[in-house]
């Protein structure tokens, strides 16, 4: 079973993954927006989803 963990930490502003096999993974949200041509409420729905659903925002990104 593989099973996968997110979650938004706001210390390094990132979202980390984890992994039923113990890998970890962390991805920089602001190396992730960077290029990114956002409005200022399309920044805040992105904003939103990392914190509040960032395994669909990782698949979203990759």
Same mark, same amino acid.
């Given at each position: 079973m593989n099973l996968v963990y997110a979650t938004y930490n706001i210390h390094h502003n990132s979202i980390d993954v984890? +992994?039923?096999a113990g890998y970890f993974l962390r991805i920089d949200c602001n190396? %992730?927006?960077?290029?990114?041509? +956002?409005? &200022? &409420? &399309?920044?805040? %729905?992105?904003? %939103?989803? %990392?914190?509040?659903?960032?395994?669909r925002i990782c698949? +979203?990104?990759?």
């Open positions: 984890y +992994t039923y190396k %992730a927006e960077e290029g990114l041509k +956002t409005t &200022s &409420s &399309s920044e805040c %729905a992105l904003n %939103a989803l %990392a914190i509040d659903k960032p395994l698949k +979203t990104v990759s």
